[in-house]
């Protein structure tokens, strides 16, 4: 199984970014997609989650600001986030979160300055 996730980078407040997710070696269409993310020094917290139906939650923190979306003929896992804070400064993961283990891919560094 690999999860490559990409988009990350240096952006200025209020700007924004999208993350990609290819995912490989998993029936992509029906597993539950996440994006997941750790600041320095935190726990890593769940940011967005979408179902194989495309049903949709978010944390409060990203709630208007951040859409996931899913091409499942791409195999690929989107994160758009506009209007980014310094506080979403983060390496974000992507995850599969299917009815076995997780799988998680390697990390993208989003750094937003104030």
């Known amino acids: 199984v690999q999860l490559q996730a990409s988009g990350g980078g240096l952006v200025q407040a209020g700007g924004s970014l999208r993350l990609s997710c290819a995912a490989s070696?998993?029936?992509?269409?029906?597993?539950?997609m996440g994006w997941y993310r750790q600041a320095p020094g935190e726990q890593r917290e769940l940011v967005a989650r979408i179902g194989s139906s495309g049903s949709t939650n978010y944390a409060a923190s990203v709630k208007g600001r951040f859409t996931i979306s899913r091409d499942n003929a791409k195999n690929t896992v989107y994160l758009q986030m506009n209007s980014l804070k310094p506080e979403d400064t983060a390496v974000y993961y992507c995850?599969?979160?299917?009815?076995?283990?997780?799988?998680w891919g390697q990390g993208t560094l989003v750094t937003v300055s104030s």
């Open positions: 995850a599969a979160l299917g009815t076995g283990p997780t799988y």
């Open positions: 070696g998993i029936i992509f269409r029906l597993n539950t």
